[in-house]
């Protein structure tokens, strides 16, 4: 089947050089049944992938498949290492840190740094595990030393969720 050349045109301007997600289109890979457009995009992370111009324009298709969560193979739980999960759990620790009227003082990356620590109460590993409800995260917590001081790096510990409900 041969691309319309005048289509193809118009599509070339609308895709060519922009990004959706973390794909960037590069060029016109191919054209499928019922004149389905794919397009050659490459990832943040540096991967190739095919994508239809529906998936990129819906948002369907954001990245290459990088930010999927990465699993543990032995025990199937995600773990620390993806980005995008990270950044939930840093937005839920800062409406968390609203409701208590404290200001927060660390940044995103000082949080992550803290939170793949041991716990500071019974040195358990740290381990998520999404829960069903709201998006909360189970299984991870920071707590400060000094509760009548803000949450800054020298003030915060982490902390598992059992042991952080027995030290309440």
Request: hydrophobic share 35%; with cysteine.
């Amino acid at each position: 089947m041969q691309a319309n050349p005048q289509g193809l045109k118009r599509y070339q301007d609308e895709f060519v050089g922009k990004k959706f997600g973390r794909l960037e289109v590069i060029g016109f890979f191919g054209m499928r049944k019922n004149y389905i457009y794919d397009w050659v995009c490459v990832c943040e992370c540096g991967n190739v992938r095919f994508v239809s111009s529906s998936h990129l324009r819906t948002g369907l298709t954001k990245s290459c498949g990088c930010t999927r969560r990465l699993r543990d193979p032995k025990t199937g739980q995600p773990l620390l290492k993806d980005v995008v999960y990270a950044r939930r759990l840093f937005r839920e620790h800062c409406k968390s840190v609203r409701k208590l009227n404290v200001e927060n003082l660390l940044t995103q990356e000082q949080y992550i740094s803290v939170i793949k620590q041991r716990c500071y109460f019974c040195h358990r590993e740290p381990f998520v595990r999404k829960s069903p409800r709201l998006n909360a995260f189970a299984h991870l917590a920071i707590d400060r030393l000094d509760r009548r001081k803000d949450f800054s790096i020298d003030n915060v510990i982490s902390v598992c969720r059992w042991c952080k409900a027995k030290n309440k």
